[in-house]
């Protein structure tokens, strides 16, 4: 897993901040970089993920960046709310979908 | 649809001792991962079925962990002798043909 590596490791926002979680990967095999958002006690939910076709994916409050050359992605969370407080993990892969590398994760604190 | 089911939801041990876990994955999906997530990591690969077949176990340490899915459905993963090292989050996840993975929430287990 030393392949992938997130960061910051924590980070602590504002009520409608807008937190950036950087993921920076070695292998240029990937083709394929999801988000992950774990809550306390329970599985990892996919949140997001990039084809490295586009530079960008938007869904709801929700953004991937993409900067294939750097290898890096970022993940953008719009008018974050308390709700929104978890750790956050990037997981790209190559080939298929399921061959996940998770990163060490970033533990997001939105307060009030 | 119901999600990936697993028992127990705790689980202390003594080193040495034996312990297994159980998994149900969501009806129709024919591949099954067990991960295993240390505290402050991200998740890591233990094993992955499609459907009753092993895919990857490369990152399974076979001296003491074992893992079945007989009928191609449930499955259980067991750790024999335990050691203070195992002790994590063992979960379980499967995916279906989008290969899009759905996690259950784990069963925590305590070595000490």
């Known amino acids: 897993q030393q392949q992938v590596k997130q960061s910051p490791q924590s980070l602590i926002v504002q009520k409608g901040g807008i937190p950036i979680i950087n993921c920076a990967y070695e292998?240029?095999?990937?083709?394929?970089f999801p988000w992950y958002q774990q809550f306390p006690g329970k599985g990892p939910a996919l949140l997001i993920a990039i084809r490295p076709d586009v530079s960008e994916k938007k869904e709801g409050r929700f953004t991937i960046s993409f900067n294939k050359s750097a290898k890096q992605f970022s993940l953008h969370i719009m008018d974050s709310q308390p709700g929104d407080s978890a750790t956050y993990f990037c997981?790209?892969?190559?080939?298929?979908?399921?061959?996940?590398?998770f990163g060490t994760g970033t533990r997001l604190q939105v307060t009030l | 649809e119901a999600g990936v089911a697993q028992s127990p939801r705790y689980k202390i041990i003594e080193k040495r001792q034996s312990v297994a876990f159980w998994c149900n994955p969501i009806s129709g999906h024919a591949t099954l991962y067990w991960y295993q997530q240390i505290l402050g990591q991200g998740p890591k690969l233990l094993i992955q079925f499609q459907n009753n077949g092993v895919v990857d176990d490369s990152q399974l340490p076979k001296d003491r962990f074992s893992a079945e899915r007989l009928k191609g459905v449930d499955s259980t993963l067991k750790i024999q002798p335990a050691k203070l090292e195992d002790s994590a989050v063992y979960l379980c996840?499967?995916?279906?043909?989008?290969?899009?993975?759905?996690f259950g929430s784990g069963t925590q287990l305590s070595v000490l």
């Open positions: 292998n240029t095999a990937f083709d394929y």
């Open positions: 996840a499967s995916s279906g043909r989008n290969e899009k993975l759905f």
């Open positions: 997981a790209p892969c190559s080939g298929t979908a399921s061959k996940l590398t």
